[in-house]
């Protein structure tokens, strides 16, 4: 059959909006079993466990997917061969971990035989599925689950929405209890070292920062010509003013500054910086992480940050026309 465009993209459509109602049917539906499965979770965080996850066929790879999420949020978890447990692999379980045993059905024959096996080892069941009523659902000791009124394939065979919905739930799992244990930038970026995402991560401050001739400073006592002067010099959008005896920060001018204080009449050139500068700028501490400056640009919509170190005097200035060179935004 030809390919035509309008019914191609209105079958895609079509799966994006069957895989909607089974996330919104799913979000709907979250009750009690949701809290219950996220206290056990943590409760095994606490005794130094870890969460195994596992499924077959579709469901295999979202299984490792959200055990991957959990890993990334230091949750000790790991994916467990439904087929090689049989073999010797339930030699990665031991006594109280918890096992997310995934199939929508809730009756594929090689998760629902795995439940004896690993209560053997006493380890917890979380039956995570589709199906309230199922085999695995009844043997579990928790259940997780999800709703899904259609699968978005037309002959009802390959799953589509169920899986999407159970990929969502276990991300929902997961940071549910990132937030809950107040995991910091800091945390998450110990477990992306590598990578562009662990550069971003671990980027500091003062990495990112200009400094020396890039870094225009001069005392809050100088003329508006003589601050501008020293921006152009070192072609900065703004200029650091310090008290002259502390070297302590007191001001910032910027270009949005200088064209201001152009409007107070001929001699402006000629009166202190102090007149014109902002007063109490924003900071930022060098120590800090790259990603906390970006915080900074997007809430204040501001132009450049000041770095200063713990005496308030000024170390570093941060452009943010050089944050998207660095691959920060």
Known sequence: MALQSKSVLARARSCFKIEREALAETSRRLGPEFVVTAQAVELARRAGKKLVFSGVGKNAPIAQKIAATFNSTGMPSCFLDATQALHGDLGLVE???LAFLLSNSGQSEEIVRLVPMLRRFGVRIVAFTG???SDLAREADLQLLYC???EACPLKLAPTASTTAALALGDALAMVLLEARGLTRDDFARYHPAGNLGRVLLLRVKDIMRT?????TAPDSVSTQDAILAMTKA????IALVA?????LTGILTDGDFRRSALTGPDFLQQPVARFMTRQPKVISEMALGVDALRLFEAHKIDDLIVVNTSGQPVGLIDGQDLPKLKIV
């Open 244 to 248: 002259q005896r502390t070297g302590k």
């Open 212 to 216: 020396g001739d890039r870094l225009p």
């Open 235 to 238: 072609k900065s959008g703004s």
């Open 95 to 97: 006594e109280g971990d």
């Open 131 to 133: 199906n309230a009523v």
């Open 148 to 150: 899904v009124p259609r």
